[in-house]
């Protein structure tokens, strides 16, 4: 009998049929025996009969309350005939009974994905991750990975790692530690030696992919990732992170028609919902962000990234009756990083009404718990201007004049976050010689690169084959967000104004557009903004007012080292005589002037940026004095300013 029951056994996952056929026969020859009947259960549900399978399964959890498998198996009945409620309690009772009982944590991992319970799936997977490690203490830090406690993961990590180097999964839970601090090109090492290891793991080769979409190396990220999409296309991991690249990349639409699909695979999901109104705004799409961003609301009212998602879209989208709901979430408990993003989308409600107090109330809250959340206190700003300074003189620039690689299509626009440079991007990008990219990450990668080669030392050592080697490297990179084949194009990284002397050697003839707005409004905008990464100054007034005061001192010293080297547009300069200031700009980039360029709103061009919305609008005078309703709360920043408050045009 034991031959057979096993045969039938093992005969479940690929032949059904058979499994029920014998276990019919065994059911039949050996009535008392609990085990032929569960088999004969699990084979009747595979075979699309639960209604026939769930009499068996309650007779068997009566006759043996404490049998895992077979809670497990009534789960699944009960969830396949419609009842999910007690399936999912009978998971639980699965799992209480018997912890290791990994097919009934996949069964819960799957399913809470499906209806977006965030906190139950990823209890379930840190399950499997502690179930599936081969050593107690890389299942501890497994467990601890994926219930994102990276911090408390790291330290068992490291020494596992330097007792078994060759150990495929510990370099893979390693390289997940450093992704979640930033240190991305170490994660990529590890991935890559895990994966001469292990060549067939997907889940190396997914972690690889994500690592090189959190460099934003996006077209090396899709390369990882096609293997894995052509032998599972429906994998909603696997779509999420193809939609992220696509977007990435520029290709926005095709990004937001996988987010619909998933979406409408999986619509009690509210991530999934929020990734979706995330894609429909940056491909122009408003009202299915909007419809996106609110379904997210209904089925998760406490996912503060859906209500940052509607207010964030800076059309006046919240009610009166969203407000009412987000005093009441904002007064109960809420994780830091929900209240976090509904105390900005509070704030802006509360702007948007007239509440100049209770607004500027929420975005300090809000930016109390950023600070908090993103670091970005104890930078000496003045140091690093001074270094930079140091480093980029006259002379040395003088001497690498000519160098670098020889292409005058990059137009770069630089400045302050929130300061007018979206809008000029709008403009230019409505030129037909200049194309609209995105915020490129290249010049910032090469950047960290050239750190943890030297720094200083390895720039001011460089040679012209070098430099040409580098600049070279930026173009053969951002060539791919080059779609519509026109000679120029745009990279609009604010904070590459900190980069001005490497981009100005290894691209010589390169364009540098620095946009400038008024300190105390661009500070302001700035502080009631929620980026999605970086921009660490942004959520303190007294770290803003430094950081002013380090773009200033910044680009007003290439200014002088290298005349011409950067042409200054002021905001309200452009918002007050639109077509003088368009007309010097297209000048400065050696271009005829376009009447186009006065029609940018009427340019359906993807923006990824938190300023989508206002940039497909004429200009509009509203925006300049409007941090003045606040200005009674602005005291630290204008202290902070001192005399660039008044003196920042020069």
Known sequence: MNDML????????????????????????????????????????????????????????????????????????????????????????AVAIDGNLAEAWRAMADRAFASGAVDRERRALAALARIEADDPDLGRAAELVALGRHDAADPILRRFCLAHPDHAEAARLMAACHVAHRTVHAAETLLRHALTLEPNSTRIRFDLAHALFAARLAEQALAELAPLLAAEPANPAYLNLQAACLGLLGDDHAAEAINAELSAKYPANAAIAVNHGHAARTAGLRDTAIAAYRRATILAPRAGEAWWGLANLKIGTLTEADEAQLRALLGGPLPDDDRMRMAYALGR?????????????????????????FGGAGRDYAAEAEAIRALYTAPMLASRDGQGAMDDAPIFVVGLPRSGSTLVEQILASHPAIEGTMELPYIGSLVGRIEREGGAARIAGADAAQLRAWGEEYLALSRVHRRLGRARFIDKMPNNFRHIGLTRMILPQARIIDVRRNPMAACFSGFKQLFAEGQEFSYDLGDLGAYYRHYLAIVRHFHAAAPGAVHTI???????????????????LGLPFDAACLRFFENDRAVRTVSSEQVRQPIYRSGLDQWRKFEAFLAPLATALGDAREGWRA
């Open 349 to 373: 409600r509360l702007e948007d009404r007239g509440d100049a107090a209770g607004a500027f109330a929420g975005y300090a809250q809000g930016a109390a718990l950023a600070r908090t959340r």
């Open 570 to 588: 002021v905001y309200e300069d452009l918002v007050e005589d639109t077509e003088g200031q368009v007309r010097a700009l297209l000048a400065a």
């Open 6 to 93: 096993d045969q039938a056994a093992r005969d479940l996952a690929a032949n059904p049929a058979r499994a029920e056929r014998d276990a019919r026969k065994l059911v039949a020859d050996n009535p008392a025996d609990p085990r032929p009947r569960l088999i004969l259960a699990s084979a009747l549900r595979r075979l699309g009969r639960a209604g026939q399978a769930l009499p068996m399964l309650l007779d068997l959890a009566r006759a043996y309350p404490r049998a895992a498998r077979t809670r497990y198996e009534l789960g699944l009945v009960l969830c396949a005939l419609g009842r999910g409620a007690e399936g999912d309690q009978q998971l639980d009772a």
